[in-house]
């Protein structure tokens, strides 16, 4: 799936960062990467991505703030996917990354296949969720 999509991949764990941009970029993304919160919040000011996949434990902002900050950023009428890859496994954790408008959860351990399948998963609705809304 080629794609001219830029991938926000923000983790602060060196070793997933470079494997999950490396597997990203294979799927035929664009991928900016972000070792930490700040890094990520100042990436969003300087160009929104499409799609979004954070973690929540990062130095700096964490995962949820990002997640924020990239809403507060978003301009009206459009939707950037975000899917959140956390350690965090309870149930209030993953309700808290709903509430702040996620998209999709996933939880660690997980494989690198389940976060290119979600990437891919979201780009595919990007533009379905576009041709869907009603008009103004």
Not at 12 to 39: H, N
Not at 44 to 57: G, S
Not at 74 to 91: A, D, F, M, Y
Request: glycine letters at 6%; aromatic letters at 6%; a negative charge.
């Amino acid at each position: 799936m080629p794609s001219d999509l830029t991938v926000l991949v923000a983790d602060d764990e060196e070793d997933i960062l470079y494997i999950a941009a490396k597997r990203i970029t294979g799927a035929g993304f664009q991928v900016v990467k972000a070792s930490d919160g700040d890094q990520a919040v100042a990436y969003l000011h300087a160009a929104l991505p499409d799609i979004a996949v954070l973690d929540v434990n990062m130095p700096g902002k964490d995962g949820f703030e990002v997640l924020k900050e990239l809403r507060k950023l978003t301009p009206s009428g459009k939707w950037i996917p975000v899917i959140i890859v956390s350690g965090r496994t309870e149930l209030a954790d993953m309700r808290r990354g709903y509430d702040l408008e996620a998209d999709h959860y996933l939880t660690k351990p997980c494989s690198m296949e389940e976060v290119v399948g979600a990437v891919r998963l979201m780009a595919t609705l990007i533009p379905l969720r576009v041709s869907s809304r009603p008009a103004v």
